[in-house]
Structures are given as C-alpha cells and as structure tokens.
C-alpha cells in the first residue's frame, strides 16, 4: 500500500469509528461495539414485544366477541382489574401503565 492510501484507510477507519461512536454516545469503539451490539438486541426484542400485543389485541377480540354475543358486556372490569394488579406486581407502578396502554389497546376491536 502506498502511503496516501494508507492514510486514506486510516481516515476511513477514524470516520467509521467516530460515527459510531457519535450514533451511541460512546467515547470507546469497544463501548459502541458493545452498544450497537445491545441495541440490535433490543430491537429484536421489541419486534417479539410488538407481535404478541398484536396477538394478544387478536384473543381479545376473540372474547370480546362471544361476550358480546352471548349479551354481555365489551368490557369486564374485574379482568381489567385483575390484569392491573398482575402487572404493577410484577413491574412495580410503572407496570399498572403499561397494563392500561396494553387494555386500552385491546378495547373495541369488536
């Protein structure tokens, strides 16, 4: 490699290195490895967290449906009740809106 070329790689390298490190804060290129590498994750994550609300948003329907049917109301307070309690359990307070969005977005899809 000449030399021009080798400066032009290194400047590369130091431009790839330093986007990166600028798109997850990082100050290491290690720590943005490790970063981008977590994010990935969490995208796939949320991409598994989005189809079972959808799934779920579908069971509800489900039930909504037959209770409707058979003369019933849309909607049973004391599930929704219970579903509140089961996830500020197991989230704490934050989990009681998470449980909210999550009802709220299985209501009405009758």
């Known amino acids: 490699m000449t030399a021009t070329t080798?400066?032009?790689?290194?400047?590369?390298?130091?431009?790839?290195?330093?986007?990166?490190?600028?798109k997850t804060g990082a100050r290491t290129s290690e720590a943005a490895d490790v970063i981008?590498?977590?994010r990935e994750r969490i995208d796939a994550l949320d991409d598994r967290i989005i189809g079972l609300i959808q799934e779920r948003m579908?069971?509800?329907?489900?039930?909504?449906?037959?209770?409707?049917?058979?003369?019933?109301?849309?909607?049973?307070?004391?599930?929704?009740?219970?579903v509140l309690g089961h996830y500020r359990d197991a989230l704490g307070k934050p989990g009681t809106g998470l449980a909210m969005t999550l009802l709220e977005l299985c209501r009405g899809r009758v």
């Open 58 to 82: 579908a069971v509800s329907a489900v039930i909504q449906e037959a209770r409707i049917t058979s003369g019933g109301r849309r909607v049973n307070l004391a599930r929704e009740l219970e």
């Open 6 to 22: 080798n400066a032009m790689t290194t400047a590369a390298m130091t431009t790839t290195a330093m986007d990166t490190a600028e």
């Open 36 to 38: 981008t590498g977590a």
